[in-house]
């Protein structure tokens, strides 16, 4: 058989998945508010969590500095922001799949995980018209994508892309028997561009700010008008 010359893959119009730590130490105080049940849509911007908003701003920043090198009028705006707790019990698997539509960038800075434990998966959304055997997975023939979660560790991604959070990879043992009883928690967040445009420009975050904030007094109001 001839050997090759020469061979390369070149990825082209590649979707970056970026990963960075935070060496920043989770007070009390913010655990204790993190564990409570939570209603708001954008829990960042309560006050105890205001050094985990800047962890978590700076990380986009350097997402952007990295991937998209945006121009200086262009800004960004975290507009929802949550948390989730994982379960323990393989008979309640916290599995879910999302692809945001309304938003740029998606990510989630994990307060509590462990590595060998915890992962998120991304789903190939591709739809192939010819599929082939293969005998081995790489990132070109995969349609699932794992990578593996720490504490600390914060994951940034195009909100297009759909994924799914599981915990744990395969518990067979009753949660009483469980040596590691923590479970994942995780603040989710999305990310949305802004133009730099001046009052125009904080007049329109206010508007969305506001609606989010009250779009169930306006389902209620518009249904509450119909009836009139």
């Known amino acids: ?8 893959i070149t990825p082209i119009f590649s979707t970056p998945i970026f990963l960075s730590v935070t060496d920043k130490q989770f007070s009390k105080k913010e655990i204790s508010f993190l564990k409570r049940k939570h209603t708001s849509n954008n829990i960042l911007n309560n006050k105890i969590l205001k050094d985990i908003k800047k962890e978590i701003v700076l990380a986009i920043q350097n997402y952007f500095s990295a991937v998209d090198q945006p121009s200086n009028d262009l800004n960004f705006d975290i507009f929802q922001s949550w948390v989730e707790k994982g379960i323990k019990s393989k008979k309640n698997l916290h599995v879910y799949q999302v692809k945001q539509k309304h ?31 293969i005998h081995g997975s790489n990132m070109f023939n995969s349609t699932t994508w794992e990578i593996p979660v720490s504490k600390n560790k914060i ?27 923590k479970n994942m928690m995780v603040i989710g967040f999305n990310v949305f561009l802004t133009v730099k445009t001046g009052k125009v420009e ?26 009139i």
């Open 1 to 8: 058989m001839k050997k090759e010359v020469y061979r390369k």
């Open 202 to 227: 904080d007049l329109i975050k206010e508007l969305i700010k506001w609606y989010y904030k009250n779009k169930l007094f306006l389902y209620f109001l518009f249904q509450y008008i119909i009836q």
């Open 155 to 181: 994951v940034i991604f195009p909100s297009t892309i759909p994924y799914c959070i599981d915990q744990p990879r395969a518990v067979v043992k009753p949660v009483s028997q469980l040596k590691n009883k």
């Open 103 to 133: 938003s740029y960038l998606t990510g989630f800075l994990y307060i509590e995980a462990k590595e060998k434990r915890d992962f998120i998966k991304f789903i190939k959304d591709e739809y192939s018209a010819i599929t082939t055997n």
